[in-house]
């Protein structure tokens, strides 16, 4: 057998086992349940479904209230709840949940000013030798604001990386 047939063989052995690995990691990461869903039974397929994942688009589903509940249900199975202890934990876990929502949203658009600042002290040193179009181009490239448009028109389009 010749080099450029050994090179070709090589070739098409290695993608073939990199598309294996790459179905098989895809199936790990997108398709499986975590082991507390997976104990469930009809739960299962409600938890398993596509919109499940997406945070966006779960908090706007109809059954919201299944999944309330199962979450209810899940908790006070696990602690052991009381009946007087689940008004009160129930209340307070949800307090708990906003004020984390509220501190993660701050901590974002603290890191999102923070970034800008950052990138204009870095624009300012390489426009020392960068013509304005040069400028310009790396502003869509590397802005802060531009880097999270692109990021979402790739997430909207369903292209992520």
Do not use: C
């Amino acid at each position: 057998m010749n080099a450029k047939a050994k090179a070709i063989l090589a070739f098409i052995t290695i993608f073939l086992l990199g598309m294996m690995a790459g179905y098989f990691l895809n199936n790990v990461f997108h398709k499986t349940a975590s082991p507390i869903f997976s104990e469930r039974g009809a739960e299962r397929s409600h938890v398993e479904s596509p919109g499940f994942r997406d945070r966006g688009q779960t908090r706007m589903q109809p059954d919201s209230d299944r999944r309330r509940q199962w979450i209810e249900n899940h908790f006070t199975e696990r602690l052991d709840l009381q009946e007087n202890q689940k008004n009160s934990f129930f209340t307070r876990i949800s307090e708990y949940n906003s004020g984390v929502r509220e501190k993660i949203s701050d901590f974002r658009n603290h890191e999102r000013d923070m970034l800008r600042e950052y990138y204009m002290e870095f624009r300012l040193d390489v426009s020392a030798y960068l013509t304005e179009e040069q400028l310009a181009r790396l502003d869509e490239m590397v802005h802060p604001d531009s880097v999270h448009r692109m990021r979402m028109e790739r997430l909207r389009s369903g292209r992520s990386r």
